[in-house]
């Protein structure tokens, strides 16, 4: 089963907005980890923030997390035609050994 | 540095015929190692994961399995395809639970059709 649920399904914004995806999940974590994905390729990891962190930067990105609400947002600001891709929250669970399980997924489409 | 491998990029097999797909890692040590699979437009199913040799925990029943015959390699077989399992199948590792970061890394994956 799925452990995360993002919302929106898909995004289509234009050139230098900004974009935000959520992301929600059911148990405990160790930490939530979100991946871009470009159509028909492996997933490449962005950023990670552990269980005890409530945001992260990291160049455009930015991601919050919400223990409480069990929820996490990406934030993509100045948004290019190159961040067109999907992008997928991922969390570890603290038992088998971090285990990671995916969410459903953004698909954002980005045009100039 | 470490790497993944994951062969073939592409496979069309028939109704009835075994799989094996491959995957090795390289320049690590003790990795778990997954299989997703994920269907045309939508999220990564855990198929199967590992955390050591031998050491192999399925996540959802199905036509597939798995196993890990050394280190750093994993393998997705199935004895008898059938049309439900075309789909990309993505192999991934991420360090040890012992290790500072769980980010996984993931393969180029292989899209299966049968046919």
């Known amino acids: 089963s799925q452990q995360g649920e993002e919302d929106p399904q898909a995004l289509s914004i234009q050139e230098g907005e900004n974009a935000t995806m959520n992301c929600s999940y059911k148990?405990?974590?160790?930490?939530l980890q979100w991946y871009r994905q470009n159509s028909g390729r492996g997933l490449v990891h962005l950023i990670l923030?552990?269980?005890?962190?409530r945001e992260k930067h990291s160049g455009r990105l930015r991601v919050t997390l919400d223990t409480s609400k069990k929820s996490s947002s990406l934030l993509i600001t100045a948004s290019r035609a190159a961040d067109t891709a999907s992008y997928f929250c991922?969390?570890?669970?603290?038992?088998?050994?971090?285990?990671?399980?995916f969410g459903t997924g953004t698909q954002l489409k980005v045009e100039l | 540095s470490q790497t993944i491998h994951q062969w073939p990029a592409t496979l069309v097999q028939p109704v009835g015929s075994p799989l094996s797909l491959e995957c090795t890692v390289e320049?690590?040590?003790?990795?778990?190692l997954y299989w997703y699979r994920q269907a045309a437009g939508r999220g990564l199913q855990l198929l199967f994961y590992?955390?050591?040799?031998?050491?192999i925990s399925s996540e959802v029943p199905q036509n597939l399995s798995a196993s890990r015959p050394q280190d750093r390699q994993f393998i997705l077989s199935s004895k008898k395809l059938l049309l439900s399992d075309s789909g990309f199948y993505l192999c991934?590792?991420?360090?040890?639970?012992?290790?500072?970061?769980?980010?996984?890394?993931f393969g180029q994956g292989t899209r299966l059709t049968v046919v």
């Open positions: 991934a590792w991420s360090a040890p639970p012992t290790g500072p970061n769980t980010e996984a890394f």
């Open positions: 148990t405990s974590i160790n930490n």
């Open positions: 923030i552990r269980s005890n962190e």
């Open positions: 991922a969390t570890a669970e603290p038992r088998g050994g971090n285990k990671l399980t």
């Open positions: 320049g690590t040590s003790n990795p778990n």
């Open positions: 590992s955390v050591g040799i031998g050491q």
